[in-house]
Nanobody
Framework: QAQLAESGGGLVQPGGSLRLSCAAS????????MGWYRQAPGKQRELVAV???????NTADSVKGRFTISRDNAKNTVYLQMNSLKPEDTAVYLC??????????????????WGKGTLVTVSS
């Protein structure tokens, strides 16, 4: 089964920057799309950005021009560079990947995997 581990969250002042990382590990044959989602208190989870294995990206309008998603396929890692952060960016940021991997019963299947999330707080 694939496991995802996010890092890089924390407290930052408005206008500041953070870089999130998410590394996938486990019995993985191939990782397809990788993406970042976020969930603010009392709000629904929303897509922030997604990147395909070939490098094609899609970014939410709310963060376009400020956030950049990238990935290192050799390291099974996806990054989210966040610049010009605003208080409304405060949320738990979660990593998701679609991977071809062995599950807990050693059955090979393609499915989505989620990380536990990392908290980003933008406040002065």
């Amino acid at each position: 089964q694939a496991q995802l581990a996010e890092s890089g969250g924390g407290l930052v002042q408005p206008g500041g920057s953070l870089r999130l990382s998410c590394a996938a590990s486990g019995r993985i044959f191939r990782i397809n799309d990788m993406g970042w989602y976020r969930q603010a208190p009392g709000k629904q989870r929303e897509l922030v950005a997604v990147i395909t294995s070939g490098g094609t990206t899609n970014t939410a309008d709310s963060v376009k021009g400020r956030f950049t998603i990238s990935r290192d396929n050799a390291k099974n890692t996806v990054y989210l560079q966040m610049n010009s952060l605003k208080p409304e960016d405060t949320a738990v940021y979660l990593c998701k990947c679609n991977a071809d991997a062995l599950d807990l019963s050693w059955t090979r299947k393609v499915m989505d995997y989620w990380g536990k999330g990392t908290l980003v707080t933008v406040s002065s």
